[in-house]
Protein backbone atom coordinates (compact mmCIF):
# COMPACT_ATOMS: atom_id res chain seq x y z
CA UNK A 1 0.00 0.00 0.00
CA UNK A 2 3.03 2.52 0.87
CA UNK A 3 4.52 1.33 -2.47
CA UNK A 4 1.33 2.54 -4.31
CA UNK A 5 0.90 5.78 -2.69
CA UNK A 6 4.53 6.81 -2.87
CA UNK A 7 5.69 5.55 -6.55
CA UNK A 8 4.54 6.72 -10.03
CA UNK A 9 2.61 3.46 -10.55
CA UNK A 10 -0.23 4.40 -8.62
CA UNK A 11 -1.63 6.37 -11.32
CA UNK A 12 -1.86 2.92 -12.83
CA UNK A 13 -0.40 1.67 -16.76
CA UNK A 14 -0.28 4.08 -19.31
CA UNK A 15 -1.96 2.87 -22.32
CA UNK A 16 0.94 2.44 -25.39
CA UNK A 17 -1.00 3.94 -28.30
CA UNK A 18 -1.43 6.85 -25.96
CA UNK A 19 2.00 7.30 -24.91
CA UNK A 20 3.05 6.86 -28.86
CA UNK A 21 0.01 9.69 -29.75
CA UNK A 22 1.82 11.69 -26.93
CA UNK A 23 5.44 10.95 -28.11
CA UNK A 24 4.72 11.97 -31.14
CA UNK A 25 3.29 15.10 -30.67
CA UNK A 26 5.62 16.24 -28.37
CA UNK A 27 8.51 15.13 -31.02
CA UNK A 28 6.40 16.64 -33.91
CA UNK A 29 6.36 20.51 -31.45
CA UNK A 30 10.25 19.72 -31.02
CA UNK A 31 10.72 19.28 -34.97
CA UNK A 32 8.20 22.52 -35.95
CA UNK A 33 10.87 24.41 -32.95
CA UNK A 34 13.82 23.10 -34.87
CA UNK A 35 12.93 23.84 -38.32
CA UNK A 36 11.68 27.65 -37.40
CA UNK A 37 14.98 28.30 -35.64
CA UNK A 38 16.71 26.76 -38.73
CA UNK A 39 14.12 28.62 -41.37
CA UNK A 40 14.50 31.61 -39.04
CA UNK A 41 18.55 31.85 -39.58
CA UNK A 42 18.89 31.88 -43.47
CA UNK A 43 15.79 33.36 -44.44
CA UNK A 44 15.30 36.39 -42.09
CA UNK A 45 18.63 38.40 -42.99
CA UNK A 46 17.39 38.13 -46.83
CA UNK A 47 13.98 39.45 -45.50
CA UNK A 48 15.11 42.46 -43.47
CA UNK A 49 17.83 43.12 -47.00
CA UNK A 50 14.27 42.99 -48.81
CA UNK A 51 12.58 45.46 -46.84
CA UNK A 52 15.40 47.93 -46.49
CA UNK A 53 15.85 47.56 -50.44
CA UNK A 54 12.10 48.01 -50.90
CA UNK A 55 11.89 51.02 -48.75
CA UNK A 56 14.60 52.67 -50.62
CA UNK A 57 12.73 51.94 -54.54
CA UNK A 58 9.57 53.24 -52.86
CA UNK A 59 11.17 56.71 -51.56
CA UNK A 60 13.09 56.96 -54.61
CA UNK A 61 9.89 56.51 -57.06
CA UNK A 62 7.42 58.73 -55.03
CA UNK A 63 9.79 61.45 -55.01
CA UNK A 64 11.05 60.85 -58.87
CA UNK A 65 7.33 61.08 -60.27
CA UNK A 66 6.36 63.42 -57.05
CA UNK A 67 3.36 61.35 -55.58
CA UNK A 68 2.24 61.50 -51.84
CA UNK A 69 2.85 57.67 -50.24
CA UNK A 70 -0.93 57.03 -49.52
CA UNK A 71 -1.44 57.56 -53.34
CA UNK A 72 1.16 55.08 -54.37
CA UNK A 73 0.01 52.72 -51.78
CA UNK A 74 -3.79 52.90 -52.74
CA UNK A 75 -2.20 52.31 -56.40
CA UNK A 76 -0.53 49.10 -54.77
CA UNK A 77 -3.15 48.03 -52.93
CA UNK A 78 -4.98 48.10 -56.14
CA UNK A 79 -2.52 45.87 -57.65
CA UNK A 80 -2.28 43.41 -55.22
CA UNK A 81 -6.54 43.22 -55.68
CA UNK A 82 -5.63 42.46 -59.50
CA UNK A 83 -2.87 39.92 -58.88
CA UNK A 84 -5.57 38.07 -56.44
CA UNK A 85 -7.71 38.07 -59.71
CA UNK A 86 -4.65 36.64 -61.66
CA UNK A 87 -3.79 39.61 -63.15
CA UNK A 88 0.07 39.83 -64.15
CA UNK A 89 2.60 42.29 -64.40
CA UNK A 90 4.03 39.53 -67.40
CA UNK A 91 1.73 38.01 -70.01
CA UNK A 92 0.36 34.67 -68.97
CA UNK A 93 -2.28 32.19 -69.78
CA UNK A 94 -6.27 33.30 -69.14
CA UNK A 95 -6.81 31.63 -65.02
CA UNK A 96 -10.32 31.24 -65.80
CA UNK A 97 -10.76 29.88 -69.22
CA UNK A 98 -11.42 26.18 -69.44
CA UNK A 99 -7.96 24.87 -69.66
CA UNK A 100 -7.24 27.31 -66.79
CA UNK A 101 -10.21 26.42 -64.72
CA UNK A 102 -8.94 22.22 -65.12
CA UNK A 103 -5.51 23.04 -63.87
CA UNK A 104 -7.21 25.09 -60.95
CA UNK A 105 -9.64 22.11 -59.64
CA UNK A 106 -6.68 19.54 -60.63
CA UNK A 107 -4.52 21.51 -57.38
CA UNK A 108 -7.73 21.63 -55.37
CA UNK A 109 -8.16 17.51 -55.28
CA UNK A 110 -4.60 17.30 -55.30
CA UNK A 111 -4.69 19.30 -51.94
CA UNK A 112 -1.50 21.07 -53.98
CA UNK A 113 -3.34 24.54 -53.73
CA UNK A 114 -0.65 26.26 -55.57
CA UNK A 115 -2.57 29.64 -54.58
CA UNK A 116 -1.72 31.31 -58.06
CA UNK A 117 -5.57 31.11 -58.66
CA UNK A 118 -8.40 31.48 -56.12
CA UNK A 119 -12.19 31.87 -56.80
CA UNK A 120 -13.13 36.14 -56.45
CA UNK A 121 -16.80 35.46 -56.73
CA UNK A 122 -18.88 34.26 -53.53
CA UNK A 123 -20.64 31.42 -55.81
CA UNK A 124 -17.13 30.56 -56.82
CA UNK A 125 -15.54 30.09 -52.81
CA UNK A 126 -19.49 28.39 -51.66
CA UNK A 127 -19.20 25.53 -54.73
CA UNK A 128 -15.57 25.10 -53.60
CA UNK A 129 -16.14 24.22 -50.14
CA UNK A 130 -17.93 21.80 -51.55
CA UNK A 131 -16.90 20.41 -54.81
CA UNK A 132 -13.46 20.36 -52.52
CA UNK A 133 -14.83 18.36 -49.94
CA UNK A 134 -15.90 15.02 -52.34
CA UNK A 135 -12.67 15.83 -54.82
CA UNK A 136 -10.31 15.39 -51.52
CA UNK A 137 -12.00 12.74 -50.28
CA UNK A 138 -12.15 10.70 -54.09
CA UNK A 139 -8.78 11.68 -54.26
CA UNK A 140 -7.08 10.53 -50.95
CA UNK A 141 -9.13 7.09 -51.69
CA UNK A 142 -7.37 6.93 -55.21
CA UNK A 143 -4.20 7.37 -53.65
CA UNK A 144 -4.93 4.82 -50.75
CA UNK A 145 -5.94 2.11 -53.79
CA UNK A 146 -2.60 3.56 -55.64
CA UNK A 147 -0.59 2.78 -52.87
CA UNK A 148 -2.17 -1.02 -52.10
CA UNK A 149 -1.46 -2.05 -55.66
CA UNK A 150 2.03 -0.83 -55.31
CA UNK A 151 2.88 -2.25 -52.57
CA UNK A 152 1.42 -5.13 -53.81
CA UNK A 153 2.80 -5.01 -57.37
CA UNK A 154 6.54 -4.83 -55.22
CA UNK A 155 5.74 -7.44 -52.55
CA UNK A 156 5.43 -9.67 -55.64
CA UNK A 157 8.28 -9.12 -57.64
CA UNK A 158 10.58 -8.91 -54.41
CA UNK A 159 9.25 -12.29 -53.54
CA UNK A 160 9.73 -13.63 -56.63
CA UNK A 161 13.55 -11.90 -56.27
CA UNK A 162 13.73 -13.69 -52.52
CA UNK A 163 12.54 -16.82 -54.41
CA UNK A 164 14.74 -16.91 -57.00
CA UNK A 165 17.82 -16.49 -54.37
CA UNK A 166 16.79 -19.38 -52.53
CA UNK A 167 16.52 -21.80 -55.64
CA UNK A 168 20.42 -20.50 -56.39
CA UNK A 169 21.04 -21.30 -52.67
CA UNK A 170 19.79 -24.61 -52.73
CA UNK A 171 17.26 -23.96 -49.76
CA UNK A 172 14.47 -24.56 -52.57
CA UNK A 173 13.93 -27.45 -55.41
CA UNK A 174 14.89 -26.84 -58.62
CA UNK A 175 12.14 -28.25 -60.52
CA UNK A 176 9.37 -26.55 -61.89
CA UNK A 177 6.76 -29.55 -61.01
CA UNK A 178 3.58 -29.00 -59.42
CA UNK A 179 4.52 -30.80 -56.08
CA UNK A 180 8.00 -28.39 -56.12
CA UNK A 181 6.10 -25.41 -56.48
CA UNK A 182 3.54 -26.60 -54.08
CA UNK A 183 6.47 -26.96 -51.91
CA UNK A 184 7.86 -23.56 -52.59
CA UNK A 185 4.46 -21.63 -52.13
CA UNK A 186 4.48 -23.61 -48.59
CA UNK A 187 7.83 -22.51 -47.54
CA UNK A 188 7.45 -18.77 -48.32
CA UNK A 189 3.58 -18.70 -47.45
CA UNK A 190 4.67 -16.41 -44.47
CA UNK A 191 7.37 -14.25 -46.38
CA UNK A 192 6.53 -10.73 -46.50
CA UNK A 193 8.79 -8.12 -47.81
CA UNK A 194 10.92 -5.97 -45.49
CA UNK A 195 9.67 -2.15 -45.30
CA UNK A 196 13.43 -1.00 -45.39
CA UNK A 197 13.60 -2.41 -49.37
CA UNK A 198 9.97 -0.70 -50.28
CA UNK A 199 11.69 2.44 -48.97
CA UNK A 200 14.15 2.29 -50.99
CA UNK A 201 12.46 1.53 -54.05
CA UNK A 202 9.97 4.30 -53.73
CA UNK A 203 12.88 6.66 -53.09
CA UNK A 204 14.51 5.66 -56.11
CA UNK A 205 11.16 6.27 -58.18
CA UNK A 206 10.74 9.29 -56.72
CA UNK A 207 14.23 10.20 -57.59
CA UNK A 208 14.34 9.36 -61.27
CA UNK A 209 10.27 10.91 -61.47
CA UNK A 210 11.50 14.36 -60.01
CA UNK A 211 14.94 14.21 -61.85
CA UNK A 212 13.40 13.80 -65.06
CA UNK A 213 10.46 16.21 -64.62
CA UNK A 214 13.42 18.59 -63.13
CA UNK A 215 14.80 18.67 -66.82
CA UNK A 216 11.85 18.84 -68.36
CA UNK A 217 10.93 22.13 -66.31
CA UNK A 218 14.60 23.59 -66.49
CA UNK A 219 14.55 23.18 -70.33
CA UNK A 220 11.09 24.56 -71.10
CA UNK A 221 10.20 26.96 -68.17
CA UNK A 222 13.78 28.41 -68.13
CA UNK A 223 14.54 27.42 -64.30
CA UNK A 224 17.53 26.45 -63.55
CA UNK A 225 18.13 22.39 -61.84
CA UNK A 226 17.76 23.27 -58.59
CA UNK A 227 14.63 25.19 -58.51
CA UNK A 228 13.12 22.83 -61.02
CA UNK A 229 13.70 20.15 -58.27
CA UNK A 230 12.26 22.84 -55.67
CA UNK A 231 9.56 22.81 -57.51
CA UNK A 232 9.26 19.27 -57.91
CA UNK A 233 9.27 18.61 -54.10
CA UNK A 234 6.79 21.23 -53.45
CA UNK A 235 4.52 19.80 -55.84
CA UNK A 236 4.95 16.42 -55.48
CA UNK A 237 4.38 16.55 -51.57
CA UNK A 238 0.94 18.64 -52.24
CA UNK A 239 2.33 21.83 -50.00
CA UNK A 240 2.60 23.93 -53.03
CA UNK A 241 3.53 27.31 -51.96
CA UNK A 242 3.20 28.93 -55.26
CA UNK A 243 6.58 31.24 -55.81
CA UNK A 244 7.29 28.86 -58.89
CA UNK A 245 4.13 27.47 -60.43
CA UNK A 246 4.12 24.98 -64.13
CA UNK A 247 2.16 25.75 -67.55
CA UNK A 248 1.49 29.21 -66.80
CA UNK A 249 2.78 30.71 -69.58
CA UNK A 250 0.58 32.09 -72.88
CA UNK A 251 2.94 29.99 -75.23
CA UNK A 252 5.12 27.44 -75.24
CA UNK A 253 6.74 25.28 -77.96
CA UNK A 254 4.88 21.76 -78.42
CA UNK A 255 2.52 23.34 -75.81
CA UNK A 256 0.00 20.53 -76.09
CA UNK A 257 2.74 17.95 -75.40
CA UNK A 258 4.74 19.94 -72.49
CA UNK A 259 0.95 20.21 -71.08
CA UNK A 260 0.26 16.50 -70.74
CA UNK A 261 3.95 15.79 -69.85
CA UNK A 262 3.35 18.56 -67.21
CA UNK A 263 0.08 16.61 -65.88
CA UNK A 264 1.79 13.11 -66.05
CA UNK A 265 5.00 13.90 -64.16
CA UNK A 266 2.72 15.37 -61.26
CA UNK A 267 0.15 12.63 -61.12
CA UNK A 268 2.91 10.16 -61.22
CA UNK A 269 5.33 12.33 -58.96
CA UNK A 270 2.55 12.96 -56.40
CA UNK A 271 1.63 8.72 -56.33
CA UNK A 272 5.11 8.31 -55.29
CA UNK A 273 5.80 10.77 -52.70
CA UNK A 274 2.58 9.66 -50.68
CA UNK A 275 3.63 5.51 -50.93
CA UNK A 276 7.24 6.93 -49.64
CA UNK A 277 5.56 9.15 -46.79
CA UNK A 278 3.19 6.53 -45.67
CA UNK A 279 6.12 4.13 -45.81
CA UNK A 280 8.61 6.51 -44.06
CA UNK A 281 5.42 7.05 -41.30
CA UNK A 282 6.28 3.14 -40.32
CA UNK A 283 9.68 3.64 -40.06
CA UNK A 284 8.68 6.83 -37.81
CA UNK A 285 6.68 4.48 -35.85
CA UNK A 286 8.99 1.51 -35.43
CA UNK A 287 11.57 4.21 -34.11
CA UNK A 288 8.84 5.27 -31.67
CA UNK A 289 8.33 1.68 -30.56
CA UNK A 290 12.17 1.35 -29.68
CA UNK A 291 11.70 4.86 -27.58
CA UNK A 292 8.99 3.58 -25.75
CA UNK A 293 10.30 0.24 -24.77
CA UNK A 294 13.78 1.94 -24.09
CA UNK A 295 11.83 4.19 -21.64
CA UNK A 296 9.63 1.42 -20.42
CA UNK A 297 12.83 -0.16 -19.19
CA UNK A 298 13.64 3.52 -17.90
CA UNK A 299 11.16 4.26 -15.91
CA UNK A 300 9.81 0.88 -14.42
CA UNK A 301 9.38 0.91 -10.73
CA UNK A 302 11.45 -1.71 -8.77
CA UNK A 303 8.54 -2.43 -6.18
CA UNK A 304 6.45 -2.35 -9.33
CA UNK A 305 7.57 -4.74 -11.54
CA UNK A 306 4.92 -6.28 -13.79
CA UNK A 307 3.59 -2.52 -14.65
CA UNK A 308 4.31 -0.24 -17.99
CA UNK A 309 2.34 0.40 -21.03
CA UNK A 310 -0.46 -1.17 -20.47
CA UNK A 311 -0.95 -2.99 -24.29
CA UNK A 312 -3.95 -0.75 -26.59
CA UNK A 313 -7.30 -2.62 -25.90
CA UNK A 314 -10.13 -3.98 -28.91
CA UNK A 315 -6.87 -4.85 -31.53
CA UNK A 316 -7.80 -6.48 -34.76
CA UNK A 317 -5.19 -8.71 -34.61
CA UNK A 318 -4.30 -11.02 -38.05
CA UNK A 319 -6.31 -13.17 -39.37
CA UNK A 320 -3.86 -16.09 -39.54
CA UNK A 321 -3.16 -15.74 -35.85
CA UNK A 322 -6.62 -15.11 -34.89
CA UNK A 323 -8.09 -17.71 -33.17
CA UNK A 324 -11.34 -19.20 -33.42
CA UNK A 325 -13.74 -17.59 -30.63
CA UNK A 326 -17.03 -16.07 -29.79
CA UNK A 327 -16.79 -12.45 -31.15
CA UNK A 328 -18.82 -9.82 -29.38
CA UNK A 329 -21.49 -8.09 -31.06
CA UNK A 330 -19.62 -4.77 -31.61
CA UNK A 331 -16.85 -6.78 -33.75
CA UNK A 332 -18.77 -9.45 -35.39
CA UNK A 333 -18.07 -7.72 -38.85
CA UNK A 334 -14.68 -9.38 -38.52
CA UNK A 335 -16.22 -12.62 -39.44
CA UNK A 336 -16.78 -11.12 -42.76
CA UNK A 337 -12.65 -10.63 -43.25
CA UNK A 338 -11.45 -13.64 -41.42
CA UNK A 339 -9.22 -14.52 -44.76
CA UNK A 340 -7.45 -10.73 -45.03
CA UNK A 341 -4.61 -11.64 -42.47
CA UNK A 342 -3.78 -15.00 -44.66
CA UNK A 343 -3.69 -13.24 -48.05
CA UNK A 344 -0.39 -13.50 -49.60
CA UNK A 345 1.68 -10.73 -50.41
CA UNK A 346 1.22 -10.84 -54.08
CA UNK A 347 -2.53 -11.29 -53.91
CA UNK A 348 -4.47 -8.22 -54.99
CA UNK A 349 -7.22 -7.62 -52.15
CA UNK A 350 -10.75 -7.70 -53.29
CA UNK A 351 -13.76 -5.24 -53.22
CA UNK A 352 -15.14 -7.28 -50.97
CA UNK A 353 -12.53 -7.95 -48.55
CA UNK A 354 -11.40 -3.79 -48.79
CA UNK A 355 -14.69 -3.08 -47.69
CA UNK A 356 -15.07 -5.45 -45.16
CA UNK A 357 -11.79 -4.53 -43.81
CA UNK A 358 -13.43 -0.95 -43.36
CA UNK A 359 -16.19 -1.69 -41.40
CA UNK A 360 -14.34 -3.46 -39.12
CA UNK A 361 -12.03 0.12 -38.90
CA UNK A 362 -15.27 1.52 -38.36
CA UNK A 363 -16.96 -0.68 -35.79
CA UNK A 364 -14.11 -0.41 -33.24
CA UNK A 365 -13.54 2.84 -33.66
CA UNK A 366 -17.65 3.34 -32.60
CA UNK A 367 -17.34 0.92 -30.38
CA UNK A 368 -13.93 2.70 -28.75
CA UNK A 369 -15.48 6.50 -28.87
CA UNK A 370 -18.97 4.89 -27.25
CA UNK A 371 -16.98 3.06 -24.50
CA UNK A 372 -15.07 6.89 -23.99
CA UNK A 373 -18.12 8.77 -23.88
CA UNK A 374 -19.48 5.93 -21.23
CA UNK A 375 -16.72 6.51 -19.32
CA UNK A 376 -16.54 2.46 -19.36
CA UNK A 377 -13.67 0.97 -20.87
CA UNK A 378 -13.41 -2.68 -21.60
CA UNK A 379 -10.00 -4.17 -21.00
CA UNK A 380 -10.02 -6.91 -23.67
CA UNK A 381 -7.84 -9.46 -22.13
CA UNK A 382 -8.32 -11.90 -25.04
CA UNK A 383 -6.75 -9.84 -27.76
CA UNK A 384 -3.00 -9.70 -26.67
CA UNK A 385 -0.89 -6.90 -28.44
CA UNK A 386 1.38 -8.61 -30.80
CA UNK A 387 3.07 -5.74 -32.28
CA UNK A 388 2.50 -1.79 -32.58
CA UNK A 389 0.97 -2.17 -36.35
CA UNK A 390 -2.47 -3.80 -35.50
CA UNK A 391 -5.09 -2.21 -36.98
CA UNK A 392 -4.80 1.27 -37.98
CA UNK A 393 -6.93 3.66 -40.64
CA UNK A 394 -6.32 4.36 -44.19
CA UNK A 395 -3.07 4.06 -45.51
CA UNK A 396 -1.35 2.28 -42.69
CA UNK A 397 -4.04 -0.46 -42.95
CA UNK A 398 -3.13 -1.06 -46.17
CA UNK A 399 0.18 -1.71 -45.06
CA UNK A 400 -0.51 -4.04 -42.11
CA UNK A 401 0.14 -7.39 -42.74
CA UNK A 402 1.88 -6.23 -46.17
CA UNK A 403 5.49 -5.24 -45.21
CA UNK A 404 7.37 -7.53 -42.67
CA UNK A 405 7.77 -4.84 -40.40
CA UNK A 406 4.08 -4.46 -39.45
CA UNK A 407 3.32 -8.03 -39.31
CA UNK A 408 3.76 -10.43 -36.02
CA UNK A 409 6.32 -12.71 -37.80
CA UNK A 410 8.84 -9.98 -36.86
Known amino acids: MACRSACCCGFGPVNEDNARF ?8 LYL ?4 AVFSALEHPKEKQAKEKWAQRFEHFSNKYNLTRDDLEKFLRSYEEANVAGIRVDTTRPRWDFTGAFYFVGTVVSTIGFGMTTPATIGGKIFLIFYGLIGCASTILFFNLFLERLITVLAFVLKSC ?4 RRRKGVLPHDSGRDSNRESGEGLAGWKPSVYYVMVILCVAAIIV ?21 FCFVAFSTIGFGDLVSSQHLHYE ?7 GNFLFILMGVCCIYSLFNVISIVIKQILNW ?24 AVMPGHLRTRRNISIETDIANESETDGRRMSGEMISMRDFLA ?4 SLAIMQKQLSETANGHPRQSGSCPRQNGFIGGVGALAIMNNRLVETSVDR
Open 22 to 29: LMLALLII
Open 33 to 36: LCGA
Open 162 to 165: YELQ
Open 210 to 230: SCCASAMYSAVEGWSYFDSLY
Open 254 to 260: NQAAYRL
Open 291 to 314: ILKKLELLLRCPCCPGKGFRPRRN
Open 357 to 360: ANKV
